[in-house]
């Protein structure tokens, strides 16, 4: 395990706005519960609750990665009418504590869907 630190720096905030999610001529997440992670010169993430994504879309995947700043990340497949789109989302079920507040959140890789869009307000 790593620590973020000033060489590799992580902040977990709340998203001022409102977050939606669009695969597969739908959207399939809509929240105004969004945490944005920001890491070391990496695209910001934005990690969104359970709650707030059509769960029935959602199949998981054997696939497990592991981050040294973040911890073990399950997958989960997009799959829907006939489309799948193979581990398009992932999550943190426990995360180390520095990234700790998005634990049961779920994150979408943007080439995978359609659009993540962000509206602040």
């Known amino acids: 395990m790593k620590i973020p630190g000033i060489d590799h720096p992580i902040t977990v905030q709340p998203t001022q706005g409102r ?35 059509e769960a029935s879309l959602l199949e998981p995947s054997p696939h497990v990665t592991y981050c040294p700043y973040k911890g073990d990340a399950t997958y989960f497949t997009l799959k829907a009418s006939g489309q799948r789109t193979l581990n398009a989302v992932w999550t943190y079920k426990e995360p180390f504590e520095a990234v700790a507040p ?9 080439d995978r869907v359609q659009q993540i869009s962000v509206v602040e307000k």
């Open 102 to 110: 998005i634990a049961g959140y779920l994150a979408f890789y943007p």
């Open 19 to 53: 977050v939606t999610v669009r695969w597969n001529g739908q959207i399939i997440a809509d929240t105004t519960r969004a945490l944005t992670l920001e890491e070391a010169g990496f695209a910001s993430v934005q990690y969104i609750p359970l709650e707030d994504v």
